[in-house]
């Protein structure tokens, strides 16, 4: 008897706890002297970047309903469970990094790749909270865990992408890539105009696609140092861009791109990896 009623108990309280619902997903995580990034797209042409810094309470309150509703892990999945519109935001864990999440049809796409049926009204955040500041983005490339929707099991998603922009092309520098690994690149500048090129840091990747290039968005978030190189001319500089960000990506022709500054690029270099 005692032991039925130990069993009892055991299960009213794992009944409890699944009356309750919600997951653990983000446990550990907040917004505490962190604004609230929130994402939205309507296609794949562009996204909105809402920040909402002040407003405390709406914080607590996105938290909460992300805590509380229901986390199912997907069984099987495909490109065609992606719709439009795609929502994303960001968080902080324990040791203040931030933790990119990402939404659309019901299913939440998770920083370890991990995907789950998640129910919550996005829509409702995005049209009600009193965000404090707005941009639009041109593309996917830079959306909360956008490689999840464009690249998996070395599959690319064409109709997740956007058609690489190609360099500028008005200055006469000649530009490398003299060696590779699976983490970086090293390029070569040499300068043979009669001025002084200027270039900077900046650099992003894209893939030939059935003789298209195409953007390549990073699995993970990337910085540059912002400054600005001078090379006088017929001078030579060699660069090494770590690319470890980017994750393991599939055999193909790509092309790396530099300059100034993000988006417009002069220079391309082309390479194979296999």
Known sequence: MKRRIMLLFAATLLCLAGCKG?????????????????????????FTRSLLYQHEDQKKAFLKDLSMASAK?????????????????????????????????????????????????????????????????AGLNWFPLAQQFILSDGRWNKAMMNQGQDPTGEYDVDYEVISQDTEQLTVRFTNHMEEVYVFGEYFYLQVQLDGTWYEVPAKDLMSFHDLAYELSPEQSYEMTYYIAPYGTLPAGHYRVLNGIGLPSMDLAAEFDLK
Do not use: H
């Open 22 to 46: 919600g997951n653990t997903l983000f446990q550990g995580m907040s917004l505490d002297n962190a604004a609230l990034e929130f994402d939205y797209a309507a296609d794949p042409g562009s």
């Open 73 to 137: 892990p997907v069984e099987s999945w495909s490109f065609e469970d992606i719709t439009f519109p795609i929502y994303g935001f960001s968080l902080m864990d324990a040791d203040r990094f931030e933790k990119r999440f990402a939404w659309s049809n019901g299913i939440l796409y998770t920083p370890d790749g991990k995907k789950y049926k998640f129910q919550m009204d996005f829509e409702k955040i995005r049209s009600e909270y009193p965000f404090d500041e707005e941009d639009t983005f």
